[in-house]
């Protein structure tokens, strides 16, 4: 027997939002929406199987969400037991932390002014996109992705100052395409995965390896990639440029390539 509910988080004196997901086995899917409500959380779930908990408190002229999902002890865990539609207001600046577990998951967040993230996925797949320009300047952006397969798009339009990307035994598609503005730093660690990395062309950039072992490989597809040291590529017009990207990539026992569209 399933349950429909609907929760809206709506701000009182508060214009910024923090948000903190804590979601065990389910399906999870979050867009951005233009609307005065901080959140509306959509949930379809058996009780039999899944717990959830929402809280909301205001602080200091901040708003605190709180969403926790689990599955009940010795319970069989089914992602059609909890079934998550989350929408995030694109009026308030909001800091997200969120720690997911074995699920599918797609995160869409284009147009939302997050200030912070922090992601960590587990054994799931995953799909995380920024679909329009960031409105605000997202100071940092930590991924720490497990067994998973999980793909990021237009990361560009986060409008980040560092990106911070931890993979594990997972295959990941990392597309960095999107609007530029100012220096971002990119850092991105491979443990036993492969990663496909997409960057955008026209943008001036840097790339530091760790040069690869007997058991990794590192590979840079692009002509306009100059080695200017052992592991190190520029562009030409890297030295001179305000907007530009800095990459940094390092890989244990893995794959890593790296495009240009």
């Not at 926790?68 to 909001?94: F, G, K, M, Q, V």
């Not at 100059?226 to 440029?241: H, L, P, V």
């Amino acid at each position: 027997r399933r349950e429909e509910v609907t929760e809206k988080v709506e701000l009182k004196s508060a214009n910024e939002v923090v948000l903190q997901c804590d979601l065990g086995a389910g399906e999870f899917t979050i867009v951005p929406k233009d609307m005065a409500e901080a959140a509306v959380i959509d949930i379809s779930y058996d009780p039999r199987h899944v717990e959830y908990f929402i809280e909301s408190d205001e602080k200091r002229g901040k708003c605190y969400i709180e969403l926790e999902s689990e599955h009940r002890s010795h319970s069989h865990i089914d992602t059609d037991d909890n079934l998550w539609d989350i929408a995030l207001s694109t009026r308030y600046e909001i800091a997200i932390e969120m720690d997911i577990g074995a699920c599918d998951a797609e995160v869409d967040l284009g147009g939302v002014p997050v200030t912070e993230m922090t992601l960590d996925i587990g054994a799931a797949s995953g799909v995380l996109e920024f679909s329009k320009p960031n409105p605000t300047r997202l100071r940092e952006l930590d991924i720490d992705a497990g067994a998973s397969s999980l793909e990021i798009v237009s990361m560009g339009n986060a409008n980040f100052d560092y990106l911070n990307f931890d993979g594990g035994a997972g295959s990941f598609e990392l597309d960095l395409r999107g609007d530029y503005d100012g220096e971002s730093e990119v850092s991105i660690d491979i443990g036993l995965g492969s990663a496909d990395i997409t960057m955008p062309r026209g943008v001036p950039f840097r790339i530091e390896t760790d040069g690869g072992n007997w058991l990794s490989s590192i590979d840079i597809h692009s002509r306009d990639a100059d080695e200017i040291d052992d592991g190190i590529y520029e562009s030409d017009d890297f030295d001179d440029a305000d907007t530009r990207i800095i990459l940094d990539i390092s890989v244990g026992m893995g794959s890593v390539d790296v495009y240009w569209k």
